[in-house]
């Protein structure tokens, strides 16, 4: 049985676990956990590959010219797109991807070169900040749709929003440097 000293009730001691932001990422511990938790939902193995291409045709009919920047994929009707093994490969990629940086939330020595090289190679394909933007835009109505809710809570809008804000971040600063 655990007892607490007089001594240790007069010391002022800190929280457990303390809950203020990351000052890399921006994201504090329970905004980690809820990204977490969610992710977890969209990546579970059963439901992984249509999330995944529900994610990139979302993408693709709300901002159409953003399928336009794949090669492969830029002439093919939505129905083509949902036969064609190379956006089925290339969603699956993306999703590995995701789940690679979320594995690494807390961890930003592994996080941040991560986020850099994925900013860095999309350059070269002209995805800049303008993009991710729009990758932001979607991701409310997206996640609605793989938790099957109307609206988001604040807490799972406020760790979405920091985590997107980041990616953002980064992408303006390589963006920057590139200019
Ligand atoms: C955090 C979000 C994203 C992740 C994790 C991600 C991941 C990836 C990965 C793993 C690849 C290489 C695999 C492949 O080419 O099939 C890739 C390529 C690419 N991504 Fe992304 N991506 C993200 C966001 C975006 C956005 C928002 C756009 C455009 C609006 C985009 C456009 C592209 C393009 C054009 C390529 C090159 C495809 C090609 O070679 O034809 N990505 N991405």
């Known amino acids: 049985?655990?007892?607490?000293?007089?001594?240790?009730?007069?010391?002022?001691?800190?929280p457990a676990m303390s809950?203020?932001?990351?000052?890399?990422?921006?994201?504090?511990?329970?905004?980690?956990?809820?990204?977490?938790?969610?992710?977890?939902?969209?990546y579970a193995p059963e439901v992984r590959k249509e999330n995944g291409e529900t994610l990139i045709l979302s993408l693709f009919k709300t901002f159409p010219e953003t399928q336009d920047l794949f090669r492969a994929l830029k002439d093919l009707s939505l129905k083509e797109l949902g036969e064609s093994n190379v956006f089925a490969r290339h969603c699956s990629l993306v999703m590995a991807q995701l789940n690679a940086m979320i594995g690494q939330l807390e961890n930003t020595d592994k996080l941040v070169p991560m986020l850099v090289k994925l900013a860095e190679d999309h350059y070269k394909v002209n995805v800049k900040t303008a993009e991710i933007k729009h990758l932001s835009a979607i991701t409310e109505g997206y996640f609605c749709h793989v938790l099957k809710q109307d609206q988001l809570s604040p807490e799972v809008t406020q760790a979405w929003t920091r985590l997107l804000t980041a990616l953002v971040g980064v992408f303006q600063q390589v963006e920057n440097q590139k200019a």
């Open 1 to 14: 049985m655990l007892t607490t000293s007089s001594s240790d009730k007069q010391r002022h001691l800190p």
């Open 19 to 42: 809950d203020s932001p990351n000052p890399v990422t921006g994201l504090s511990p329970a905004d980690c956990d809820v990204v977490r938790a969610i992710w977890a939902k969209a």
